[in-house]
């Protein structure tokens, strides 16, 4: 009888682990697309030095090779905070030319998404980033 016993609570332990590991790889992998996703939205947005009409295409065109989830998020209703596309991310506009300088950066928030298949739980966590300096030219 304790033989019976015994097996079971190993083979519960095992599946535990088991799922534990799998959960934990599930994340690691979900938390690397958001952030590949941050630094292409990033790059798109040194490269053409500013959130312009340009990037914006850019941008859509490389979030759908990578396969990021489609849907509109609702930006904060602050005029620095922008998404025009149809990719569920969010870019704000941080102006640090107040402080006398003449540099400005973008924060980027964009999300992991994580399907859990036990009563249609959805997480959505925010990850977020800067871009580098970006000089502002007077005209």
Known sequence: MKQGIGFTATINIIT?????????LAATLSYYKAYKVNNAI???????????????????????SLGY???????????YTKND???????????????KNNYYKYKITTYLNIDIPLGDLFLKIPIKSTTENIYYFNE
């Open 16 to 24: 535990i682990f088991i799922v534990v590991t799998f959960a934990f």
């Open 42 to 64: 990033s790059s798109s947005i040194e490269k053409y030095e500013g959130y312009n009409s340009l990037a914006k295409k850019e941008i859509s065109t490389k979030l759908e």
């Open 69 to 79: 989830r489609k849907g509109k998020h609702e930006c904060s209703n602050d005029e």
């Open 85 to 99: 596309t149809d990719f569920d991310y969010c870019v704000e506009l941080l102006d640090t030319r107040k402080e």
